[in-house]
């Protein structure tokens, strides 16, 4: 990393760039698959004159650019790799878990698709706790009482009737054929299955998929074949999303929860829905950002911390110097202060005008120290100014294994759509002999609300378990666009973390003139109010930068790389560049084996 924000610095200053800090210690407590110190390369940035597409695994890629190649829409391609991923990115990518789309349509419309699971009919608010109120370690974690109703099915479906050009057989025959006739593993593919092994070998339906004959885990150049998904993807070919909610494929499901001692039935399965929703929509130095409203507290976050860095000159304040990194941290801590009591909005009423409000941002800019740090403890949720002794952070404790893609076509037409079994391979359990992997998700809730989980981080009421109800969540699927037009598609996996990774991408291409390689790339600053430390990625700040902040009383804490952006750039590869007409596309570099593809 140290060497890629040289280069970056480097590209933007013409000269040689600061050294990277050294001093902190790095953590390994986050996503097992971000590159370290052997994986420094930046990633590469792709055109496209016809469409782009850009996700975690090059397989899906290519599924959805060969489907516009034949004619397909950006829809088309999305739902395309939608499939795939469940096939080749079976860790996250999935049809046993759910999430958000932003899409921007032809005309220039936005609209927003929750996808996301649902809490089973038979789920209670204090259903992961025991006779004496302790929350019961793994419970909402892993095994069939954590998995929610999946949404997947339902939304690509969804989208595809309601925008698509080409016929369901059709975009889903690429993730058939992997399934059916396997894939090569490369050394990320093998990496990824190497983290859940001991689900491959607990689990009596996924032994002889994701194992070898004899037990031992896949190596590079070994081809996992999935023909049970195979089947099942076909069913959904050929019969919709029937098959999954009220045919065969849920029936199995069902019957395999039940042997598992879980709680989904088949009125479960019957009684999903999906639910477009108004997207949240904020404005940045004259473009517009479309991203994800409640049950994302997401995107009402990065929309905030943008209307508060609207007062700044970031440019001239320059790219992650001091005076600009402490202004971005001290917006971070407000926003994450003010997320905090959001939930479903069918169960919660969620004050979004409110945080979104640039007359709000006003107040809390006016409040910002600009020389130290403010204490976390200071800040009340929905209030600008300061107070003491504030109440302690309730959030979700989201994990940061999910997974993005990104589509852009010809016309205009976008989609930017993050989904997610939650923890890798979700609950660490198959449903019987569909090849599905089943999802965690009910670990989004909050267990006990007011009670701390691992993190530190308190249960809130508003996310609290309720049957039918949607977990509280962080993914921004994001669209910005200027004049009418699509500019960027972006979005990131990573729990808490995913507001920061995003804004990082918007910050660099709209204030800094980086390219969408640079700005996917560029090293990440997160603050989320509680726990109050700021983070870090190696190379992010100078020593010089951060003996600054530390001496105005900032703590901070050096972690791994993490997220995984995948970010589409539309006429030209950065905003300071001539107009090419093409279409740019960076994956990002920190997870091995990720993809832009043009067409």
Not at 350 to 357: A, M, T
Not at 397 to 406: A, D, L
Not at 452 to 461: A, D, L, P, Q, T
Request: net charge negative; proline share 7%.
């Amino acid at each position: 990393m140290k060497k890629l924000f040289a280069l970056i610095v480097a590209g933007l200053t013409g000269g040689t760039a600061l050294a990277a800090p050294t001093t902190a210690p790095l953590s390994s407590a986050h996503d097992p698959l971000a590159f370290g110190p052997d994986h420094t390369s930046p990633g590469v940035l792709v055109s496209g004159k016809h469409g782009m597409v850009v996700s975690a695994q090059h397989l899906a890629s290519d599924a959805g650019a060969k489907i516009l190649a034949e004619g397909g829409n950006a829809i088309d391609a999305a739902v395309a790799v939608g499939y795939a991923l469940a096939v080749v990115y079976p860790a996250a990518g999935n049809i046993g878990g759910g999430g958000f789309m932003t899409i921007r349509l032809k005309s220039g419309q936005t609209v927003f698709v929750d996808f996301r699971e649902h809490a089973p009919g038979a789920a209670t608010a204090t259903m992961y706790q025991d006779a004496s109120g302790k929350v019961i370690p793994g419970l909402s974690t892993e095994g069939w009482k954590a998995v929610a109703v999946p949404g997947t099915v339902a939304g690509l479906d969804t989208i595809l009737q309601k925008w698509g050009r080409l016929p369901r057989a059709k975009v889903m025959a690429p993730a058939i054929a992997l399934a059916r006739d396997g894939f090569v593993l490369n050394e990320g593919d093998v990496q990824l299955l190497d983290t859940s092994t001991k689900y491959f070998r607990q689990d009596p339906y996924a032994r002889s998929i994701f194992l070898r004959p004899d037990g031992s885990s896949f190596q590079p150049g070994d081809r996992l074949i999935q023909k049970n998904l195979a089947n099942f993807l076909e069913l959904v070919a050929k019969n919709g999303p029937k098959a999954f909610y009220e045919g065969p494929i849920s029936a199995e499901i069902v019957r395999a929860s039940e042997e598992g001692g879980g709680l989904l039935k088949p009125s479960d399965f019957a009684n999903y829905h999906i639910r477009f929703l108004e997207p949240i929509r904020c404005t940045y130095r004259g473009y517009t950002i479309d991203t994800a409203p409640p049950p994302s507290g997401g995107g009402i976050a990065l929309c905030e911390i943008l209307n508060i860095l609207s007062g700044y000159d970031m440019h001239a304040l320059g790219l992650h110097t001091a005076t600009s990194a402490q202004r971005e941290i001290e917006a971070m801590r407000h926003a994450y202060s003010d997320r905090r009591d959001l939930g479903d909005p069918a169960f919660v009423k969620n004050p979004i005008e409110h945080l979104n409000d640039p007359a709000y941002a006003a107040q809390v800019r006016a409040g910002i120290p600009l020389d130290h740090a403010l204490p976390s403890s200071t800040l009340r949720a929905g209030e600008a100014l300061p107070v003491q002794a504030a109440q302690a952070a309730p959030d979700t404790q989201e994990k940061h294994e999910t997974t993005q893609f990104s589509v852009l076509d010809k016309s205009g037409m976008a989609v930017s759509a993050t989904y997610t079994l939650n923890g890798w391979f979700g609950s660490g359990v198959m449903g019987g002999n569909t090849g599905i992997w089943l999802n965690d998700e009910m670990d989004d809730f909050s267990a006990k609300p007011g009670a701390s989980n691992m993190f530190g981080i308190v249960g809130s009421e508003a996310n609290a378990i309720a049957p039918g109800k949607t977990p509280l969540s962080s993914m921004s699927p994001s669209i910005v666009s200027k004049d009418g037009k699509v500019i960027m598609v972006i979005g990131s996996p990573g729990g808490s973390r995913i507001p920061t990774i995003t804004l990082s991408a918007i910050l660099g291409v709209l204030d800094y003139g980086l390219d969408i390689r640079q700005a996917v790339d560029l090293p990440r600053i997160h603050e989320q109010w509680e726990p109050s430390a700021v983070e870090l990625e190696p190379g992010a700040l100078t020593d010089d930068v951060m003996d600054k902040l530390k001496s105005e009383g900032y703590a901070l804490s050096l972690h791994r790389p993490w997220g995984v952006a995948e970010g589409i750039l539309a006429d030209r590869p950065s905003l300071s560049a001539h107009k090419t007409g093409l279409i740019y596309g960076a994956a990002d570099p920190r997870h091995a084996g990720g993809e832009a593809a043009g067409e």
